[in-house]
């Protein structure tokens, strides 16, 4: 086997005046697991998007196993053995994992030969790299960690000898984390190439051999991983030196802002998403609530801030009841002093074709100092939203360019700009950081200490557990709709993670 | 990652793209009119002479599109809000009862001027109404407005046959339609603007409200983007989980959009009932609220969009008969094939030129990628 793996030359791909890759030279040895690094928009999606044959470059060569190759579709990719575990998996979920398996590789106008060739390749697959899944089971019944163990499964099938895992880890639980990079070890000793695109960098330092850091479209430095640290790597990501670590006094928590008592919430299917749910949050804290996406989270956050309704439970804003179990109404929740940001800034927390001042007043577009009588006062709204530009340094800073033509970072700013703002009491917010590049999350978690510091009481969702022990004075951790355990802010991440599994949940239940 | 896309300048965007898409449908148009044995020439040269040749085609272009200016608002204003109304033609049809019964009353009574402020309440309010069951259905049940609307229209025409054979129609009269309205109920006609310019009309049914719908798109745009309710309505058609999330009624916003919406497409009915036939007749509206979807479309729902689309399908209306009249083996419908055309290639096929508009724009622009990539590496 030659020793590069995939060897990229000079690749340059454009959208229009954007560049999202320049002259990339890139050395992929094989045998190896190669970390490519880099905040959103530095063009890591783009190059590995060229690999696979979704995008042609514009210029530049491919070389897999040392032949030049030109890649013109995913079937080709996969004939050349490169295979594809997408960040959202592609897979049908009412079918089985052996349908999924064959989905596009069946061979017969008949499925049951395809089926039982596939079932004995699969048990060969499971015993050589330990990934055990029962090829019987309807997709949409596994955990995620299955499902992206069945991606794998997948592009194995298809003879893949290099793998491009993007951003693999985001679903999963620490645990489930650790399982993946265990099989990715075994890959690698089965002589497998292994591609790991994330912006988590102690996932780099925990598995690869060699690093690559994308920066603006460029990538700005190929490293040994053993011979570099995350403080290295952060600062080539971003192109300055970054803190990493929040740094926060002691809380000093006052009274009670948010209290929520026995709060359930039943989803359209009718299971209960969150289970008797009871909490405080003072104001002059943080308390962060743990655990993997869709154990509750996103519909408790939904519920406290009145977009969705509960079926039973109370929750007190400054020692007054909220009507969750009615018509709660956001608007109204606002003028009492809740602001909300919401995990999904796309849909919910930003109208991404209107321009950014029209973002800039979501939800407090009836304040008397937007309005004159039934008309928007644009000229108050675009001082104002030039005023937020300013302050949370948003970029680039024109009020009138559509929001969807802001980074991922800006338009979270945009959407943390209008509700800290108004100063409120209570703040709920919802995966702060997630698709935010690094330097923009370093302003974020500042601002929230800020607000906390100001006395007033925050409520933090975030699947990042990271974020959650670095910014929270106390942590709730959310199993299957229940809150399991409380911990303080130095709980380990040992510890939540067993809990973030349900494992001491159990216990604690009986 | 989301991908990015070279943005066309404003121009090309609002311009060119729509003008390609005219001319693809008329050379395509053209290509049906070669297969029937005629020369496209011929027939592009009688369309715009007919819509355009002498003072009184351009009032009857003029005509057409206002009725077309009126729908095309209605269906942007629902549009807006996520609504997709295909009830104009009902909303108008009964637009008409508003206009008739307001007239009917009071003709005798007040002078023109006094009767259009009143018939203009009459047809925006029983657009209106008819378009608030099928909002209310889907506001608070969550009937499809799609499938109501197009019932509504069905329910329309029959109501509207029921009361001009019976209660509408003079005692004795042999025609399904109403009286003719006196001095009281009859617009003044455009026909003077045109003896400015030396263009002598002498019978069109051009008529103030051709003004009223250019007043109404300006309005429109004022509603809808400079007004708090516009803002909503924006909100909740672009992202109704964001409109939850800022404390927008669903509800609300969906009841009034198409009571705008209604409103709107009843309003046509006071070009052709009291502007021209003076009469409330059987199916006056002939299509216009279908139309307005089109024109919508063609117009990306802005004001400044539909102005024109409803002149190019008045074009459409008043050249095609003119095809019709003078080439005898292209019938009415090859009019409405070339319609199709337009509506196919303006709408449904909107973004079939732009990718590669886009690329051509990309290649061209002096900040393009392959240029600064070229250099960089001969560097």
Known sequence: MS??????????????????????????????????????????????????????????????????????????????????????????????????????????????????????????????????????????DLPVGLQQRVEILKALYRGADILILDEPTGVLTPAEADHLFRILAQLRAEGKTVVLITHKLREIMAITDNVSVMRQGQIVATRKTAETTVEELAELMVGRRVLLHVEKGDARAGEVKLSVRNLTVVDSRGVKVVDDVSFDVRGGEIVGIAGVAGNGQSQLLETISGIRPAVSGTVMLDGRPIDVTGAADPGELRDRGLAHVPEDRHYVGLVLPFEEYENSILGYHDRPEYLNGPFLNIEAIRADAKKKISQYDIRPGNERLKTANFSGGNQQKIVLAREMEKDPGVLVIGQPTRGVDVGAIEFIHKRLIDMRDQGRAVLLVSVELDEIRSLSDRILVMFDGRVVGERSGEATEGELGLLMAGIDGKEAAE | MSVPYAKLPAWADYGLIPLINVVVAFAVAGLVVLLVGESPVEAFTYLIEGAFGRGQNIAY?????????????????????????????????????????????????????????????????????????????????????????????????????????????????????????????????????????????????????????????????????????????????????????????????????????????????????????????????????????????????????????????????????????????ISRDMIIIIQGLVILFAGALEHMFRPSLQALFASISPRSGAGEAAGQKGA
């Open chain 2, 61 to 329: 272009t003029l005509y057409y599109a206002t009725s077309f200016i009126f729908t095309g608002l209605a269906v942007a204003v629902a549009f807006h809000g996520g609504l997709f109304n295909i009830g104009g033609e009902g909303q108008a049809y009964v637009g008409g009862l508003g206009v008739a019964l307001v007239v009917l009353a009071l003709d005798g009574t007040f002078p023109w001027w006094v009767n259009f402020p009143l018939a203009i309440v009459g047809a925006a309010f029983m657009g209106a109404l008819w378009a608030f069951v099928p909002a209310y259905l889907q506001a608070r049940r969550g009937s499809h407005i799609v499938i109501t609307t197009i019932m509504f229209n069905f329910i329309a025409a029959s109501l509207m046959v029921y009361l001009l054979t019976t209660v509408l129609k003079p005692a004795g009269s042999m025609s399904p339609q109403t009286r003719t309205f006196l001095d009281g109920g009859q617009l003044p006609k455009l026909n003077f603007v045109f003896d400015w310019f030396g263009a002598s009309v002498r019978s069109s049914p051009l008529n103030i409200s051709f003004l009223l719908a250019l007043v109404a798109a300006f309005l429109v745009w004022i509603l809808i983007w400079r007004t708090k309710l516009g803002y909503e309505i924006r909100t909740q058609g672009f992202s109704p989980k964001a409109a939850r999330y800022a404390g927008i009624g669903e509800t609300r916003i969906v009841l009034v959009t198409m009571l705008i919406s209604g409103a709107l497409a009843g309003m046509m009915a006071l070009n052709p009932v009291m502007g021209d036939a003076n009469r409330l007749q059987l199916d006056f509206v002939t299509g216009a609220g279908f139309v307005g979807i089109a024109v919508a479309l063609m117009g990306r729902s802005h004001p400044a969009g539909i102005i024109p689309a409803a002149i190019l399908f008045g074009v459409l209306y008043q050249g095609g008969a003119e095809i019709a009249f003078m080439m005898p083996s």
């Open chain 1, 3 to 140: 020793e590069a793996a995939i060897e990229l030359v000079g690749i340059n791909k454009s959208f229009g005046p954007v560049h999202a890759n320049k002259n990339i030279d890139l050395n992929i040895k094989a045998g190896t697991i190669h970390g490519i690094v880099g905040e959103n928009g530095a063009g890591k999606s783009t190059l590995m998007s060229i690999l696979y044959g979704f995008y042609q470059a514009d210029s530049g060569e491919i070389h897999v196993a040392g032949k030049p190759v030109a890649i013109t579709s995913s079937n080709h990719a996969i004939a050349l053995g490169i295979g594809m575990v997408h960040q959202h998996f592609m897979l049908v979920q009412n079918f089985t994992v052996l349908e999924n398996i064959i989905l596009g590789a069946e061979r017969e106008a008949l499925l049951s030969s395809s089926i039982s060739k596939a079932r004995s390749e699969l048990k060969r697959l499971e015993k050589e790299y330990g990934l055990d899944v029962d090829p019987d089971s309807i997709i949409e």
